[in-house]
């Protein structure tokens, strides 16, 4: 009986580590927060214990074999996870995270306490330290440019020196009352206001329209 108390201690440290994980994600509004890092870093000590010690000298017992599906078994977690959206990939990092997270609950069902607590320090300095607004950690963000002009020859150049770019990403061409109607989509990533955009348009009476949209 004493023997499994200590073993129950191991579950309780890994629901420690594993609330102040998933408390750091819930604080940045992210897909996996306090419940899901909780229950798989729970989940991963619960079944390091039992591969640990619940077959006891037996020759058919292996922890290193069941700590392995614990690994592999989080990979399809995160793998529901992740999703693509927009030509952009969302949900890796928070992926990456709780397969770290049942890192943390395998230490802990082994008795490494201090690999466990130094662990979640360093995931949580990491996340935090990575989320600081410095430019070196700040991911670029681009913006969709949609904007409708008359082309008489030189306004296709006017318009990439506008938004300071190279090339139209998409291109429709079409000719009404007379005259030849561009509507371009191009990306930036200067975050042009309303005010710019209107200034732009006030310049060059070619532009017919502009339209801005957050890319990612």
């Given amino acids: 009986m004493l023997e499994e108390l200590k073993y129950l201690i191991s579950i309780l440290v890994s629901v420690i580590l594993g609330f102040a994980i998933g408390y750091e994600r819930k604080l940045r509004f992210k897909e996996a927060g306090i419940r899901t890092h909780t229950i798989v870093c729970v989940g991963s000590a ?3 214990v039992v591969s640990k010690y ?3 000298d037996s020759i058919e017992a292996d922890a290193s ?3 392995a599906q614990i690994v ?3 990979g399809f977690l995160g ?3 992740i999703i693509y959206r927009k030509h952009e990939i969302h949900g890796l990092t928070t992926a990456a995270g709780v397969w770290a997270t049942s890192g943390v609950g395998m230490a802990a069902g082994a008795g490494l306490y201090i690999v466990a607590l130094g662990a979640t320090i360093i995931i949580i300095a990491v996340q935090c330290l990575f989320h600081l607004n410095c430019r070196i950690f700040r991911t670029k963000k681009y913006f969709q440019i949609k904007i409708c002009f008359v082309n008489g020859g030189e306004e296709c150049g006017k318009v990439k020196e506008l938004f300071q770019t190279d090339r139209f990403n998409r291109l429709i061409i079409e000719r009404k009352g007379g005259e030849t109607l561009y509507h371009a989509t191009l990306n930036t990533d200067e975050e042009y206001s309303s005010a710019q955009l209107q200034e732009i348009m006030k310049n060059n009476p070619f532009i017919k329209s502009i339209e801005r949209c957050e890319e990612g």
């Fill in 46 to 48: 619960l079944i390091m």
């Fill in 54 to 56: 619940g077959f006891g």
């Fill in 65 to 67: 074999r069941v700590a």
């Fill in 72 to 74: 592999s078994g989080i």
């Fill in 79 to 81: 793998a529901g996870i």
